[in-house]
């Protein structure tokens, strides 16, 4: 079977149990079961090829780019870490599926399962160190849903995410690691970078590249000070413990070890870091797991005591060491596994996992008994069980690994822990199994069904062929695994029960005989234990996260607090700030430009518009006159455009002006009047500031820029020149509008459509929600003087209301040749059209409107964009305009431009836009008692003449 | 002449108005409409990328006037990318807003969804610097509206704000375009281009002034700290949809910034050389560390979006700052990533709001919501792929970074920032979905479990929501294929010459001085 | 020579009354008061930019000049309606 | 500037200019001088627009003096603002009604109803519903 | 026929004349041009201005305007007078009430901007039943002169114009 | 001339910074207002400035005033129009249904009692 098709049935076949689980749980362990067996099988056929040293390699490209490929190879240690991911993940299916209730959701559970199984397979099939992290992720990932699959549980979505901050940190690390690994090598490719020990070693980017996997892979494994998020993980169903955390997940921190072994290791630091990591773990964690009363955290501290010792096995960075820890993870694998499934069928029996409330269980669940002894004796390192020869070879070891000199210091440690570990298996077997029956269980103990038994047994008889047998069972696996592991010749060793009488042997029964006595004294020691005081992992790491989560929290809530004010005066200061700092970073142009002289006019206009504006600044509280004198500042603004040589300007800033004044009049009848002192005057000293270097910065740069040239003719050079002869008008600036940059002008009226319809909309929002019959029932203002229409304005409007038609047509029609144009006589006849609102009244006014604003803006849009469109119809691109003169006899010669038709479409949006919007905002003050006005005026003493008189 | 170029433009332009004018009132219409309109552009995108996919590049000269005297449209391999990845978006926010009913909630959802598809397809389009002004502007103000749109109080007031700050934004914008006219005489992208490299040595102020002040204006749009204020709540507060198709709106500032510093202000200008990169890349930096600590921090769904929508812009930005090729392709890749991610998450936020009795999106316990399971494996997978995890696209487009980073001098703080920021995402992540969707509140004795019923069984918004995740896992599974096309891209992008003979040199231009314009006298 | 005194005394004259309408606009003691002050400076803004015609020569500036007064005079009934009335459309 | 008029043309136009910058003057400082804002009211609505008046009568017989076309430009400003400066009045007069004056300070119109500025919009409302004006 | 084209003759031609003034100068071109303008505009804005008054007498018209235009003058130089050579203290301004005999809105409109733009009176409101018109003087001893001037001199000859 | 411009620009920029900086919609809307002046000032004055040469080909001068600012001017007076158009409406929606016109979320929420003075 092809690597790729191992690697991806468990993903594949993640779909079935979902699909499978209506078909009942039976069926879906069979299922879920067959995907992972078929899957071991496509293993088991490369097992003979892979025995006689042969590599077999799958490549297929992903991401060339990146040097991210899937390739696949699969060697001895491929072989040995599939298999056990494969062999056990198909016993823990056929467990699982007596171990869960009814009430779980096995199709999920099963899904996840085989999700995390496709990924543990990947990290050990993976050729390529980014396809690897990604495996490597994925694990973290699928152990996230898999921890928390008791989603009521609390203890699971804690231990769930803290595996997975803590497995997820690492696995970060792990990346920056692998990408200096690849950037050291040139390639992310496996079998590359093994071949270039040489160059990594020597690297500079070594030490950190060596720092970051290591990270990841002691987070992965658990290793001190990582350690403590395994037990937590615990909270998980025990499966899923009996998986991850013995046999697959915290191994793949090991196996990275393994793998990069024959890069990293034999150095200095790899030694301190690893071996002393690996040492520290698996001494802290077999006193622990003495401790400890939950079985599965007994079984926990235990698996972290073991990924410790194999850890400083590979530390050692001895070839010898390495066949020994590839030894021990077998080993390790078998028994634990076994013990975790027990230790489930305890708790699911019992329907406790707490050894002080079990004991005398033997004779009640005689199976399971024989089982966990059998596990058990392994892991305490009891000959004839395979645990022991992988200990006994570790104490070996031991023995030959001096520490910075020191040559008593890692075996005494080492013996140290196995003296805890025989303690800790002994007390599992005794206390749980042994002594008197109870009659306290909280639930009536008796051995499970055969389906629940039978995977621990298997891995308990295989506990037992190889420490009888272990040349037989394992010799070839452990040699193709070590050959790969280590990347040249075996070093001599010999798996068999009996060594001789060597120093190992004497630790070795120091060891059994001190945990005896341990465990004799476990209830002294225990209770010391409690009292002692001691960081408790979980504590820390939840004041860690919390103390993390709350700084976040008030950080982000601090510095995103919703204040306008200060985001306004970041923003501002920022665009100051770095614009100053372009600007002395670069050369000042030279003054080159002739200083106009100042005449009394301009400088009459400059002391208005200072005065005016620095009332407005200063009187700004009084909402009315700020705003009148924003009108000013506007008028002033827009005669400066006309004594500029800027009439086009003139006439749009002061047109737009007094509708923008309307509208903000329209909308200050329902603010607040005054604006409140908030601000403090150390406050508004700094705004001034603030305020002060803008001005400053602003003035200056309009200074340096009025004072300078272009570097090159401006391009305007040129609409100057076609103006006439192309655009077929003399007013250049309309020429550009609707023709030279005639798409400028199509955005542009497109947004005063918007804005329109945006008005429209947020009226008829804020209208239909409580707000607008709020609005409808507030009580009339007695402070409103009568005539609502009065007389003269409505005469006077109905002489204007023509007049200003008029001046607007002369303003469009003129647009294109002289000042003007669509837009402005847009804002004329809007003007006129609202005069006729503010002298009858909107419902008299809109009741003889014709055509709905929303219409007239489709049409402006509408006509400019055929417009531009007609040009296609002559092969040329949008917007190409073309013009003629003609001649009709009693009104002499004309013309005509297409850029004409263009304008009418911006005149009707703006006469659209400007109307929508105005008319929105006047609903706002629509009363409920408010009649509609039938009469164009309030007072009409004619409307009391007899209809003769007036038809006199 | 291809028209076909104007068309992202037009269409969505013509189909707005015509929506106002025949289908004001009716609803029904105005979907249909609007999801032709959308599902047309999807396809004349796709067929502009074809195109573009030559390599060569496509100028069309509006109102026949050759640049730099008129305005142009540029297509481009960037420009066709952008404006697909906008149509692709659309199509699935259409459809979400229709099938969630959010188009309903208020006025001319449809005609205002498509003005804003108009301005975005005209920023990413246009080779002329007011134009860009004057697109930002039509899908400001579209904007504006579809993030009220439905109202209520909260999200008035977050509106005001978002109109206020861009607002500042464009006078920032009207500010910069003022200099470089001032200086170059010139407003054509390319025309620039040639005016700023030729600039004399002891004249370089102003133009400085007037590049950085335009990095601003684009790094207000890309929520780029410390310019990023209207982001959070303007996301959070926005209808879901909206918040959806603003996951392009951020990438408009970052197009800009590739597009303006690659090509007018490039690495390689020696006047602007040492402002735009180094500025740049320490605020990306902290962009995303600030956005990765939101997500931790967030107590609501919406915000936590918004944040990682925050986060994502600082990766990206990192990518754009090291103005490389290889970086920009690294950018381009987790641009359209980050996209469909960010929308998918507002998605899939929005569904748990709507499903919520109280219709809030508080991160923490509340009575289980209809199909949690589905939606909960929508989280799963939108987080995965905003936090940058394994196997989605988040993470090639983060290996692609931090591989791109490898030379820089920060290399160390950016893959710290990185990698911690990855970290603090999925911590964050993590801590909301396990309490959304895990910690779910019993409710009370006596009462039956599924309380709510469910508010909307359509399936309209799954599919829209699976569509996007579908997009990811596609540019996941062929990543190859697009990194290849990206990467020509970003060789197009830096080969400024090709890009200024395009548009300043198109046959048309020979043409142009004989003046197609003659007026004729009839 | 006569005519350019005359235009520097009126330009003058008309300057010297825009300070002053600014000064009402200012401090004046109700808001009806601002409005006719605003209203005086708006005509009086008209003179200005015809008196610089007559000085420039052009007449350019009559568009400006007439928009000036129909949108003064919109302005000025509008903020009085504001004050009377508070909504100005009804 | 263009200098081709006869002396008495150029007297003609300064002296329409000199007038009109004094009454602008004379306008403003009214509104400066007066006592109270009805006074006041009075002095802009008038000397101001005689004031711009006389400037855009200047302005039309300079340009027919100095190019020789009639200029019909000025006429309509000055028409359109004598239009309006009667409406401003009115309605500032109102609004100085309305803010300054008591309803008892006025003498009473001839019919029964008040003046319009002091009728309440309920009254008037009732009145009409009575079809009447008187 | 006629009175459905052309609604209003004298608006028609005051818009006509308003547009040779905007176009600054006469040809047959403009003058067809603004008449077409000025039969198309008041048809537009019809809506806007029903119950259109009849003039009965339109040479009255001139008259009045010859009067009121020398009013206008005499009287600023009366104003300006009493503003710079007036103290505050020495004016006696006085509101006086004026009954009308207008009833067409649009006569009394032109008698209202007429007492605004002659010397020292204001016309500020409008009594609620339209038939009296109140006058703000800004020196007036003798306020029942002013209304017996007002009613001779401007509202006679507008009766006459108007009903 | 120059110097004049320079500093009005300056000063209705400093203006409109301060009143951005303000608490209430109202000021922070005019402050904008006035920093469109100053920037629509800004960008016209990019041209450099003319005194009577209008760029309308009638005149018979032979030099004029470069008409392109003035065509981006205008459009950017259009399109602020537009902005401010739905600024001020939406604060004033916004003032309506939260009855405060603070522009900080995190403040005005204890106003009510002003509204609908
Ligand atoms: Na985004
Ligand atoms: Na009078």
């Known amino acids: 079977m092809s690597l790729i098709l191992i690697a991806a049935l468990p993903f594949l076949g993640a779909l079935l149990p979902g699909l499978m689980i209506r078909s009942g749980r039976t069926a879906c362990a069979w299922a879920t079961a067959s995907v992972t067996l078929a899957a071991l099988i496509g293993l088991l056929v490369h097992a003979p090829a892979v025995m006689r040293g042969e590599v077999i390699q799958y490549q297929l490209e992903w991401m060339p780019m990146l040097g991210l490929n899937v390739n696949f190879f699969l060697d001895g240690l491929g072989l040995l870490f599939a298999g056990l991911i494969l062999g056990i993940g198909l016993l823990i299916i056929i467990y699982a599926r007596f171990y869960l209730s009814r009430n779980d959701p096995m199709g999920q559970f099963y899904t996840y399962l085989l999700l995390f199984q496709g990924a543990m397979v990947g990290i050990v099939l993976s050729d390529n160190v980014l396809l690897m992290l990604i495996f490597w992720e994925l694990t973290s990932l699928s152990s996230f849903l898999l921890i928390g699959y008791w989603k009521h549980l609390p203890e699971g979505r804690q231990g769930a995410r803290m595996a997975l901050a803590v497995t997820g940190m690492g696995g970060l690390a792990l990346i920056g690691g692998m990408l200096i690994l690849g950037n050291i090598v040139g390639s992310y490719d496996l079998t590359v970078i093994l071949q270039n020990k040489d160059l990594i070693q020597a690297s500079p980017l070594y030490l950190p590249a060596l720092i970051l996997i290591l990270l990841g892979c002691f987070t992965k494994s658990a290793q001190f000070p990582f350690h403590f998020w395994l037990p937590h993980a615990m909270a998980a169903p025990t499966p899923v413990s009996a998986y991850l955390h013995s046999a697959t997940m915290v191994k793949a921190g090991l196996f990275l070890m393994a793998r990069l072994w024959p890069v990293l290791a034999g150095t200095p630091e790899w030694f301190y870091i690893v071996a002393t990591t690996g040492l520290i773990t698996m001494v802290l964690g077999a006193v622990i797991a003495l401790f400890k009363d939950d079985l599965k955290a007994l079984l926990a501290f235990s698996t972290v005591s073991h990924l410790g010792l194999i850890t400083m096995l590979l530390g050692f960075g001895t070839p010898f060491a390495a066949v020994v820890a590839v030894f021990h993870i077998i080993n390790h694998a078998t028994f634990k596994a076994a013990l975790f499934m027990s230790a489930g069928i305890v708790d699911h029996e019992t329907h406790t996992r707490d050894i002080k409330r079990l004991g005398g269980l033997r004779h009640l669940m005689p199976v399971t008994f024989t089982i966990v002894m059998v596990a058990g004796l392994s892991m305490a390192g009891i000959p004839l069980f395979n645990g022991f020869l992988s200990k006994e070879m570790m104490l070996d070891v031991a023995t030959e690994a001096p520490w910075n000199g020191n040559h008593w210091i890692v075996p005494a440690l080492a013996t140290l822990g196995a003296l805890f570990s025989v303690a800790y298996s002994f007390r599992l077997i005794v206390h749980t199994f042994l002594g008197p029956k109870r009659d306290d269980y909280p639930a009536k103990p008796h051995d499970p069904g055969f389906g629940m038994w039978a995977p621990p047994a298997l891995l308990a008889v295989l506990v037992v062929l190889i420490g009888i047998m272990p040349a037989l069972m394992v010799g070839p696996l452990v040699a193709t695994a070590s050959g790969a592991v280590i990347g040249g010749e075996l070093p001599y060793y010999s798996l068999k029960i009996w060594h001789g009488v060597n120093a190992a042997l004497f630790m070795s029964i120091a060891a059994v005989a001190g945990g005896l006595v341990l465990l004799a004294m476990h209830r002294p020691l225990d209770a010391a234990w409690i009292r002692a005081r001691r960081p408790e992992a979980k504590a820390i790491f939840d004041a860690l996260m919390g103390t993390v989560t709350g700084a976040a929290k008030a950080l982000t809530d601090g510095l995103h607090n919703g204040a306008m004010t200060r985001y306004a005066s970041v923003f501002t200061l920022a665009v100051i700030l770095a614009g100053s700092a372009a600007w002395f970073g670069g050369t000042a142009p030279a003054p080159v430009r002739e200083v106009m002289a100042i005449g009394p006019v301009p400088l009459i206009g400059w002391i208005l518009l200072i005065v005016a504006t620095g009332c407005m600044a200063a009187f700004h509280r009084n909402r009315l006159l700020s705003l009148v004198l924003m009108g000013i500042v506007g008028l002033i603004v827009s005669v400066a455009f006309a004594y500029m040589s800027a009439p086009d300007l003139a006439l749009t800033q002061i047109s737009v002006e007094v509708v923008t004044i309307i509208l903000l009049l329209l909308a200050l009848n329902f603010l607040p009047k005054h604006t409140p002192v908030e601000s403090s005057n150390a406050r508004r000293f700094r705004d001034g500031t603030i305020a002060v270097l803008g001005g400053l910065a602003v003035g200056g740069l309009t200074l340096a820029m009025l004072l300078s040239d272009f570097s090159q003719e401006s391009i305007s050079a040129f609409h100057l020149a076609n103006s006439k002869p192309g655009g077929g008008g003399t007013n250049v600036v309309n020429v550009i509008l609707v023709d030279f940059r005639g798409f400028d002008t199509f955005g542009e009226i497109i947004v005063l459509g918007i804005a329109a319809l945006v008005i429209f909309a947020m009226t008829e929002s804020v209208l239909g929600s409580p707000v607008g019959a709020w609005l409808k029932q507030r009580p009339i203002n007695p402070n409103e003087a009568g005539d609502r229409h009065p007389l003269m304005m409505v005469v006077a409007t109905r002489v204007m209301m023509p007049i200003a038609l008029m001046v607007g047509v002369f303003i469009f029609l003129r647009g294109h040749n002289e000042p003007g144009g669509g837009f402005i006589a847009g804002l004329i006849v809007a003007i006129a059209i609202v005069m006729q609102y503010m002298a009858s009244g909107f419902d008299w006014a809109a009741a003889r409107q014709r055509y709905p604003y929303h219409m007239i803006i489709a049409l402006g849009v509408f006509a400019a964009a055929l417009t531009g469109i007609g040009s296609w119809f002559a092969g040329r691109p949008f917007l190409t305009s073309n013009y003629g003169y003609f001649q009709i006899p009693p009104m002499g010669e004309f013309e005509l431009a297409t850029a004409m038709a263009f304008d009418v479409g911006v005149f009707l949006c703006v006469v659209g836009a400007v109307m929508l919007a105005l008319e929105s905002l006047s609903r706002f003050a629509h009363r409920a008692g408010d009649r509609p006005s039938p009469y164009p005026m309030d007072i009409d003493p004619s409307r009391d003449l007899p209809q003769e008189a007036k038809d006199a | ?522 | 020579m006569i005519l350019s005194y005359a235009l520097i005394f009126t330009t003058g004259c008309f300057a010297l009354a825009l300070l002053m309408n600014l000064w009402r606009v200012v401090s004046a003691p109700g808001v009806p008061d601002r409005i006719l002050a605003l209203d005086t400076m708006v005509i009086n803004f008209i003179a200005i930019l015809v008196l610089y015609g007559i000085i420039e020569g052009t007449a350019v500036y009559f568009e400006a000049s007439i928009l000036i007064a129909m949108v003064g005079f919109i302005s000025t009934v509008a903020y009085a309606r504001f004050m009377l009335r508070g909504n100005i459309i009804e | 500037m263009n200098a081709d008029m006869a002396l008495w043309q150029e007297i003609t136009v300064a002296a329409f200019l000199v007038i009109a910058g004094v009454f602008g003057l004379v306008g403003s400082f009214g509104l400066i001088k007066l006592p109270d804002p009805m006074t006041r009211l009075h002095a802009p609505t008038k000397a101001t627009t005689l004031g711009v008046g006389g400037v855009l009568i200047a302005s039309m017989l300079y340009f027919f003096f100095a190019k020789g076309h009639l200029s019909f430009h000025e006429l309509m400003i000055t028409l359109f603002l004598f239009l309006t400066a009667p409406i401003t009045a009115h309605f500032l007069a109102k609004a100085n009604l309305h803010t300054d004056v008591k309803r008892d300070e006025v003498p009473p119109p001839a019919g029964d109803r008040p003046w319009a500025g002091f009728e309440s919009d309920a009254a008037r409302q009732i009145a009409e519903d009575k079809g009447t004006q008187g | ?163 | 001339m120059e110097y004049l411009l320079a500093t009005a620009i300056g000063a209705m920029t400093a203006a409109g910074i301060y009143l951005l900086l303000r608490q209430r919609t109202f000021p922070v809307i005019l402050g904008i207002s006035m920093l469109t002046y100053a920037v629509n000032l800004f960008l016209f004055a990019s041209g450099r400035i003319a005194i009577n040469l209008p760029p309308v080909l009638l005149n018979k001068t032979p030099t004029y005033t470069d008409p392109l600012p003035q065509a981006l001017v205008l459009t950017a007076i259009v399109i602020s129009f537009g902005m401010t158009a739905v600024v001020v409406l939406m604060g004033l929606g916004a003032y309506l249904s939260a009855r405060t016109d603070h522009v900080n979320l995190n403040e005005g929420q204890d106003d009510s009692a002003e509204a609908g003075k």
């Open chain 5, 1 to 163: 026929m006629i009175a459905r084209i052309l609604p209003h003759p004298l608006l028609t031609l005051t818009l006509v004349v308003v547009w040779q003034m905007l176009v600054n100068y006469v040809s047959l071109g403009t003058l067809v041009f603004g008449l077409i303008l000025g039969i198309v505009i008041p048809l537009i804005t019809a809506p806007y201005w029903p119950d259109r008054p009849r003039l009965k007498n339109p040479v009255m018209i001139v008259e009045f305007i010859l009067v009121v235009l020398y009013d206008i003058v005499v009287a600023n130089i009366v104003v300006a007078k009493t503003i710079l050579f007036t103290r505050n203290t020495a004016m006696h301004p006085a509101w006086v009430s004026i009954p009308l005999d207008l009833r067409t809105p649009e006569a009394i409109t032109v008698l209202a901007g007429t007492i605004t733009m002659t010397p020292g009176t204001v016309s500020s409101d409008v009594a609620a039943d339209g038939r009296s018109l109140l006058v703000h003087c800004l020196d007036a001893p003798d306020p029942d002169a002013v209304r017996d001037e007002i009613k001779q001199r401007y509202e006679r000859r507008l009766k006459e114009i108007f009903e």
């Open chain 2, 1 to 522: 002449m291809n028209h076909w170029i104007v068309a992202p433009i037009l269409l969505p332009a013509v189909m707005a108005a015509f929506i106002i004018l025949a289908a004001r009132y009716q609803v029904a219409l105005q979907r249909v409409f609007s999801v032709a309109s959308t599902v047309a552009l999807l396809g004349i995108a796709i067929g502009l990328l074809v195109k573009s996919m030559s390599g060569d590049i496509g100028v069309y000269e509006l109102g026949n006037w050759p640049a730099p005297f008129g305005i142009v449209l540029v297509l481009d391999r960037l420009s066709a990318t952008m404006v697909t990845l906008t149509a692709a978006l659309a199509v699935a926010v259409v459809l979400y807003a229709i099938g969630s009913g959010w188009d309903k909630r208020g006025h001319h959802f449809h005609a205002l969804f498509q003005f804003q598809l108009m301005g975005i397809f005209g920023a990413f389009l246009t080779g002329d610097a007011f134009n860009l002004f004057v697109f930002f502007e039509v899908l400001l103000i579209a904007s504006y509206g579809l993030m009220i749109h439905g109202g209520g109080a909260v999200r008035l007031r977050a509106g005001v704000q978002y109109v206020l700050y861009n607002l500042l934004g464009s006078t920032l914008f009207l500010f910069a375009l003022g200099t470089i006219y001032a200086v170059t005489g010139t407003l054509n992208m390319a025309d620039l281009a040639q005016r700023v490299a030729e600039l004399p040595a002891d004249d370089t102020a102003m133009i400085r002034v007037a590049a950085i002040l335009l990095l601003l204006v684009f790094a207000v749009k890309a929520a780029l700290i410390p310019l990023h204020f209207w982001l959070p709540a303007t996301y959070a507060e926005a209808p879901a949809p909206i918040a959806a198709l603003f996951a392009v709106m951020t990438k408009i500032g970052a197009y800009a910034i590739i597009r303006m510093y690659t090509l007018v202000f490039g690495p390689d200008v020696a006047a602007t050389a040492d402002i735009v990169g180094p500025w740049l890349m320490p605020a990306a930096v902290v962009t995303l560390i600030i956005g990765m600590i939101g997500v931790l921090g967030a107590s609501h769904m919406g915000r936590l979006a918004a944040f990682a929508a925050v986060g994502s812009m600082g990766t990206l930005l990192i990518a754009v700052a090291l103005f490389t090729p290889q970086a920009t392709t690294a950018a381009l890749y987790y641009m359209i990533h980050s996209t469909l991610a960010g929308a998918a998450l507002f998605l899939v936020v929005d569904m748990v709001r709507a499903r919520r009795t109280a219709e809030d999106d508080i991160i923490a316990s509340r009575p289980a919501i209809a199909q949690n399971g589905l939606i909960a494996a929508y989280f799963f997978a939108a987080a995965i792929a905003m936090a940058g995890m394994p196997p989605l696209s988040g993470f090639l487009g983060k290996l692609l970074v931090l591989d791109a980073v490898r030379a820089h001098d920060m290399v160390w703080v950016i893959w710290a920032a990185i990698l911690v920021g990855s970290l603090i995402a999925v911590v964050g992540f993590a801590r909301a979905g396990s309490m959304v969707f895990w910690k779910v509140e019993t409710p009370p004795e006596g009462e039956a479990s599924e309380a709510e019923p469910s508010p909307s069984a359509a399936a309209l918004p799954f599919v829209a929501t699976g569509g996007l995740m579908a997009g990811i896992v596609a540019l996941t599974v062929f990543a190859g294929p697009v990194t290849a096309f990206l990467s020509d891209t970003s060789a197009q992008i830096f080969d400024r010459d090709a890009y200024i003979a395009a548009v300043l040199e198109t046959p048309r231009a020979i043409e142009a001085e004989s003046l197609p314009h003659e007026g004729t006298k009839k």
